[in-house]
């Protein structure tokens, strides 16, 4: 099982991305997906994630602008990011767990500045 993630890259405070995880199986074999998030010198931490019934998780941090999104045909997720800050700064993974395994993606480094 392979995760991807693609879409990182510069972006100005209050600006906009989306992050997009393709994965190399049928994601509804997964009992959920999500993103997480590493800057440096911290651990890494959730930032939201998805299970099979639709319900979703998010870290605080993210005051609600941060959304996700799976589309089980094309086996992709997505991280729909608005409002960010400098501190949204870090190395975004995709994750991918279930009975089958856990599984991560290499990371997309997302830096927000201006």
């Known amino acids: 099982v392979q995760l991807v993630e693609s879409g990182g890259g510069l972006v100005q405070p209050g600006g906009s991305g989306r992050l997009t995880c393709t994965v190399s199986t049928n994601i509804s074999s997964f009992t959920g997906v999500g993103w997480f998030r590493q800057a440096p010198g911290m651990e890494r931490e959730l930032v939201i994630g998805?299970?099979?019934?639709?319900?979703?998780k998010s870290a605080d941090t993210t005051d609600g602008r941060f959304t996700i999104s799976r589309d089980n045909a094309k086996n992709m997720v997505y991280l729909q990011m608005h409002n960010l800050k400098t501190e949204d700064t870090a190395v975004y993974y995709c994750k991918a767990w279930g009975s089958i395994g856990d599984y991560w993606g290499q990371g997309t480094q997302v830096t927000v500045s201006s």
């Open positions: 998805i299970i099979a019934t639709g319900s979703t």
